[in-house]
């Protein structure tokens, strides 16, 4: 090995050491008990992952991608770093760039809210800003180049970068943290999909470890991932972009893998406004968007539960933090000018909580 080469060797060694040290002083996430109906035989968890130092559950994803790009020798001393994302993944990768430090570029839309904004140039990094979703792709691809830096490209390795059998990813988590409760494998698990990272991770320890679990995918408005899946159409695009921060994408990743996904299910996006602010009024929790598209699929699969008389488990995740949403989802005046009226899909939950039966939206089939 001559001395450059060794050299290489040596930074990244110290740069995965660092990363795994942070890791080491790190707790895992709460896993709370959402409180229901006794009489309903089902109990809820959510995995809140707003605790990570990043603020979400992107920083796994994060830790994952850069140890993927140290081991395969695509990061190297000065390496710039460059990622396209909706905003929560580039937070994450600032923090991480800056810890082994190394500048950090995201490539957002400018929908992107400015509390992200704020927290990536917080942890160091700098943000471009295209039009459109469809855009960010191929404008980080030139700019790494252009650059000589690295595209970490989440949406191609987030499948791929974590070790699905264990290693202390978010399914392994969620069943060691449910080991002593009183039904310990849930009977859903259900997610959202941004990449298709998490999907993919958890369907896959679920069939390894050959759970009684079924994992549902909860998908927003204009997002590929749902039609796609539904007729079974791989790469299908919808060329609109997702209104809901986080996940929904304009195209089905390469990341998302399908075939692991027992079941689907499609969410207005008001009606992810709605799950999100009533989870804050119920139970103090101050969750995103993504956390309440989450809900509104989580909350019908309970129903048909309750239906069936099922005594069972389901587990979601609180994906990140209300704060970084103040100026937009929890703001009237900015759903207003979005077109979103969360107030029907909030009658529907108050119904559903009297009532325990999943009502039916006026004129709708949701």
């Not at 130092?53 to 390496?79: M, P, Q, Y």
């Not at 570029?105 to 917080?122: C, D, F, G, H």
Request: net charge negative.
């Amino acid at each position: 090995m001559n001395s450059a080469k060794r050299h290489n060797r040596a930074w990244a060694d110290a740069a995965i050491r660092t990363i795994e040290a942070e890791n080491n002083r790190s707790a895992d996430t709460h896993l709370y008990s959402v409180p229901l109906p006794a009489e309903w035989g089902v109990q809820l968890y959510l995995k809140d992952e707003s605790t990570h130092r990043s603020g979400s559950l992107k920083h796994r994803l994060a830790r994952s991608l850069f140890l993927f790009g140290l081991v395969n020798g695509w990061i190297t001393e000065g390496t710039t770093i460059v990622e396209a994302s909706s905003g929560s993944t580039a937070v994450s990768e600032a923090y991480f760039a800056r810890l082994i430090g190394l500048p950090f570029i995201a490539v957002m839309t400018r929908t992107t809210s400015p509390e992200k904004i704020a927290l990536i140039e917080q942890f160091g990094g700098s943000c471009m800003l295209v039009d459109h979703a469809s855009e960010v792709y191929a404008a980080a691809e030139e700019l790494a180049r252009s650059t000589g830096g690295h595209y970490m490209d989440q949406f191609t390795y987030a499948e791929r970068a974590t070790d699905w059998r264990g290693n202390n990813n978010i399914a392994e988590s969620i069943f060691g943290q449910l080991s002593l409760e009183e039904h310990p494998v849930p009977r859903w698990i259900v997610v959202g999909a941004g990449t298709g990272g998490t999907s993919a991770t958890i369907g896959r320890y679920i069939r390894y470890h050959r759970y009684d679990t079924g994992l549902a995918v909860v998908d927003p408005e204009n997002s590929a991932f749902y039609p796609g899946w539904r007729n079974g159409i791989n790469g299908f695009t919808t060329g609109a972009a997702s209104r809901i921060e986080g996940i929904g994408r304009p195209r089905m990743e390469p990341s998302f893998i399908p075939s692991v996904i027992d079941h689907m299910i499609q969410v207005p996006d008001a009606a992810s406004v709605a799950a999100m602010k009533h989870l804050r009024e119920r139970t103090g929790l101050h969750a995103g968007p993504s956390t309440g598209t989450n809900l509104w699929g989580t909350w019908q699969l309970i129903a048909a539960m309750i239906a069936q008389g099922a005594r069972c488990s389901v587990v979601s995740l609180m994906c990140d933090g209300g704060e970084r949403y103040a100026g937009s989802y929890y703001d009237d005046g900015w759903l207003a000018r979005q077109g979103l009226d969360p107030a029907p899909y909030e009658a529907m939950l108050q119904e559903f909580f009297d009532s325990g039966v999943w009502p039916a939206l006026p004129g709708s089939d949701t």
